[in-house]
């Protein structure tokens, strides 16, 4: 990663939660618990009735066959499964999927369990319909998914951390808001030289996040260097950090820098606290960073767009019906500025669905390269075992209805990274001086047209 802080991204682009719909039940059939045919029915159900096209059955059964036929070939069982073949109702076809596990289950012995072929059959399901989008998610990776979304909580001091290029002692990025560093008046660019006595010249950002993290409160100890004096060592006692999606720092010339870096449940909230900060600040402008943001959740996405587009739509959500739902702007902008919004090849999905509205409704500036190509929409279905379906159950259209589905979105001034390049540091990150310089320009512009 090339940002200035520490996040693991989700892998998963974008995702709007739904709650569980009622599911179809079938009858335990042998090895089969209730529980297992419960999550081939609902998973089944889901597929064939909101996936974003019309699914072919006989496909989705084909899918199962191939998925235990190659989980019985890689525990070195060589028999055959015999065929599946649609019938006349879902029913039917559950009954078959059923069977087949129990099949499997029977000749599997005791080398495959029936809740992993039960998995596998649901996989295979989710791959019939060949969309990279739709898949079937373990409880583990179902609680990556929402980790990497809504950030994990862990203790420390909420500084945001990078090594300075020129001392080589570790500085400070960014600081959490209403964190301990925050509320110890440790600031944005101040050099930390020392933590617990040790000198951090040099010292690795992993080792200097282990010596500044640990358990809420207890506590640690670090020298400041700010403007070139040393302050006396500050004791901060460490609390519950939540990791944040949401980096803002203040730019030379009062230009105000946001850094998202995916849309998680609380991203919308975290902007208007970092706006809020930016402009008591003094910001004349602001640049938004999207820049390999894989995206998120469809809501997060309408709340980032609605702090710089006052009134109208944000985006059009159209289903398997072709029936449109549009969303509109949620009445929270803040006043208006200049924009510059930052992007490149690994923007996409909800990220997409921002620049795009920003472009569209032409109160920002789009700069970089141009994004991913995600137009569709995911929903996640929740299963009983914390296991999940990730279903792509529609696609969106810009405010001017613009597909950019595979397309994705050309930027309003194009230009590629630098070689080498720092994300967030204007001496190593050329796309972020072309917004500097795009916004400067912006800024002359209204001072010329006010007589400043």
Do not use: C
């Not at 319909?129 to 203790?155: C, I, M």
Request: no cysteine; charged share 20%.
């Amino acid at each position: 990663m090339k940002r200035l802080f520490s996040l693991a991204l989700a892998g998963i682009l974008g995702a709007m939660m739904v709650q569980l719909s009622a599911m179809s039940s079938v009858a335990a059939s042998g090895t089969l618990t209730a529980g297992d045919t419960g999550e081939i029915a609902t998973s089944y159900d889901h597929l064939t009735t909101d996936f974003y096209k019309k699914v072919n059955p006989q496909n989705v059964l084909d899918g199962v066959h191939t998925a235990l036929q190659a989980q019985l070939k890689k525990a070195g069982i060589k028999k055959t499964l015999p065929p599946l073949l649609a019938g006349p109702t879902g029913n039917a076809n559950l009954h078959a999927i059923d069977r087949q596990i129990d099949a499997a289950a029977k000749i599997g012995g005791a080398k495959i369990g029936v809740h992993a072929l039960t998995y596998g059959a649901i996989d295979g399901m989710m791959k019939s319909v060949h969309d990279r989008w739709t898949v079937f998610l373990t409880p583990k990776e179902y609680a990556a998914l929402n980790q990497g979304l809504d950030g994990s909580d862990f203790g420390g001091t909420g500084i945001v951390i990078q090594t300075d290029s020129k001392t080589k002692y570790i500085a400070v990025s960014n600081v959490v808001p209403d964190a301990p560093a925050d509320k110890a008046g440790v600031q944005q660019d101040d050099l930390i030289t020392a933590i617990n006595g040790v000198t951090t010249k040099g010292m690795s950002l992993n080792a200097a996040s282990a010596h500044l993290r640990g358990k809420a409160g207890t506590t640690v100890s670090i020298t400041i260097l700010r403007d070139g004096k040393t302050l006396a060592p500050i004791t901060l006692t460490r609390a519950k950090i939540h990791q944040l999606s949401v980096y803002p720092k203040m730019l030379p010339g009062k230009i105000g820098y946001v850094a998202v870096t995916v849309f998680g449940k609380d991203t919308g909230a975290e902007l208007t606290t970092a706006l809020d900060r930016l402009q008591q600040e003094g910001a004349r402008a602001i640049i938004m960073d999207l820049r390999d943001n894989g995206g998120g959740y469809l809501d997060a996405a309408v709340a980032v767009s609605s702090k710089f587009i006052p009134s109208g739509p944000i985006v059009s959500v159209e289903s398997r019906a072709s029936s449109i739902t549009t969303l509109e702007a949620d009445a929270t902008a803040i006043p208006p500025m200049p924009l510059a919004v930052l992007v490149n090849q690994y923007t996409a999905s909800a990220s997409e669905i921002t620049s795009g509205a920003i472009q569209d409704s032409d109160v920002g500036t789009i700069i970089g390269t141009k994004t991913f190509g995600k137009g569709v929409v995911q929903t996640i279905f929740p299963l009983p075992d914390l296991s999940a379906v990730k279903i792509t159950t529609a696609r969106y259209l810009t405010p001017h209805n613009r597909n950019i589905n595979h397309l994705g979105i050309t930027p309003d001034i194009v230009l590629p990274e630098n070689k080498g390049a720092r994300f967030g540091d204007p001496a190593k990150d050329a796309q972020l001086r072309r917004a500097i310089q795009f916004v400067d320009g912006q800024l002359a512009k209204l001072s010329a047209a006010n007589g400043e």
